[in-house]
């Protein structure tokens, strides 16, 4: 019999990839998704298929998400507000969408008796950690932004609903995910840039910001590979690559990829593009080896294929 998966956020970039894995596994798909950052465009390859189903439904309205889910084998939890830049103009955000959101989905879960939830997390938990590559058990998690903080609040939500009410859990701490369907960030903020002024590139911060990326079908497909080979009642995977790219690098794959000559680099200064930023950032990955996993992508293949990915679709 196929398992029913709930993908909450399941129309944004990292879960329609998602979606899509889940169907060509022969599992039955309900996304679960408000709309308010997801675009119904990402899921219309699965429109047709029996086994996909959408629901617009908030994960603030607990009673019609507790309706959502049931019936459900397990939950790839995604739906979250992403953008660590908001925290300091509206410190709301991030409690409302990101932690009474995973509240609400936790406990319709257990209301339905589901036990299983896959979590996309941040290495933005772990803050400007001291140990580079981190592992996963480096400590304290002290984030320095306020979207950070959300989302160890919610791993802890989550760890501590398994320990009570027997449930599992798989918790991704991610880099830097690009790919097709990236809807912000700094390879659409850098191309948007540069289709208004071809001659100029503002890039915030020193451009020595240096953090690993990994491409989001290689990012999906480890998350799939950890389902498949862990059982613990809490398992946490940092999901990276074993590199890093600064920012002014990705601005310069960004200038050849588009074709343009003479761009004059402008930095707004300072060791940080916005505040909550952490200007250096390499996850270990030596916990998903150990298990039998192997990254292909390193950062800068990982951005180039982003970038042509985003440009083809502009184009």
């Known amino acids: ?8 956020g399941g129309a944004g970039f990292i879960g329609s990839h998602i979606a899509d894995k889940l169907l060509s596994n022969n599992c039955r798909v309900t996304v679960v998704d408000n709309l308010s950052g997801g675009r119904m465009e990402f899921l219309e390859q699965n429109t047709s298929n029996p086994d996909f189903e959408f629901k617009n439904v908030d994960l603030l309205e607990p009673a019609k998400l507790e309706t959502a889910i049931k019936g459900a084998d397990a939950v790839f939890h995604l739906a979250a507000n992403p ?9 709301k955000v991030h409690l409302e969408q990101n932690i009474i959101a995973t509240y609400n989905l936790l406990e319709a879960m257990r209301k339905n008796n589901v036990r299983n939830i896959f979590f996309t997390s941040t290495s933005t938990v772990y803050g400007e950690a001291s140990v580079i590559p981190t592992p996963e058990d480096y400590g304290p998690l002290v984030p320095i932004s306020l979207y950070g903080a959300s989302k160890l609040a919610c791993e802890a939500l989550i760890t501590s609903y398994c320990h009570t009410f027997k ?3 798989w918790i991704f701490r991610f880099a830097n ?25 503002e890039i915030l911060g020193d451009g020595r910001q240096n953090k690993s990326y990994i491409h989001v079908s290689e990012c999906v497909d480890a998350i799939m590979y950890a389902w498949e080979h862990s059982n613990d009642m809490v398992n946490i995977f940092n999901i990276g690559s074993n590199d890093t790219i600064t920012a002014t690098r990705i601005g ?37 080896r150990s298990i039998g996993w192997e990254f292909t992508y390193n950062s800068e293949n990982s951005i180039r294929d982003a970038v042509r990915s985003t440009l083809g679709k502009l184009q």
């Open 167 to 169: 449930m599992n859990s």
């Open 83 to 91: 953008d660590v830049r908001l925290g300091p103009e509206n410190t």
């Open 177 to 201: 995910i690009v790919g097709a369907r990236g809807t912000h960030g700094i390879i659409v903020d850098f191309i948007e840039k540069l289709r208004k002024n071809p001659q100029s590139l």
């Open 252 to 288: 310069e794959i960004i200038v050849e990829e588009m074709g343009l000559h003479d761009v004059k680099f402008n930095y707004t200064g300072g060791t940080r593009g916005w505040v909550g930023d952490v200007p250096k950032m390499m996850l270990s990955i030596d916990k998903l």
């Open 1 to 8: 019999m196929k398992k029913k998966i709930i993908v909450t």
